[in-house]
């Protein structure tokens, strides 16, 4: 078990071994979940931009940026 403190603010830091670990980078997202006495904290991983554009295939013009929101909503 690894353990922080919580800082100035309420922020916490996020160790480097669990960083690396779970590939954490910038723009992914923290969801926090109270059950109980326990607080479950899950990890929504962003997608870059170019994978988004491997999971499209369009005849026509495709809008990068509408498509990168899609995703960050989970809706691609």
Do not use: C
Request: aromatic share 6%; hydrophobic share 40%.
């Amino acid at each position: 078990m690894i353990e922080t403190s919580i800082y100035k603010g309420f922020q916490i830091y996020i160790p480097k071994k669990i960083r690396e670990k779970h590939n954490l980078n910038l723009e992914d997202k923290i969801t926090w979940e109270s059950r109980d006495d326990e607080i479950i904290i899950k990890v929504k991983k962003q997608r870059s931009l170019n994978d988004l554009a491997r999971l499209v295939v369009a005849d026509e013009e495709v809008d990068a940026v509408e498509i990168k929101k899609l995703a960050g909503r989970g809706e691609i």
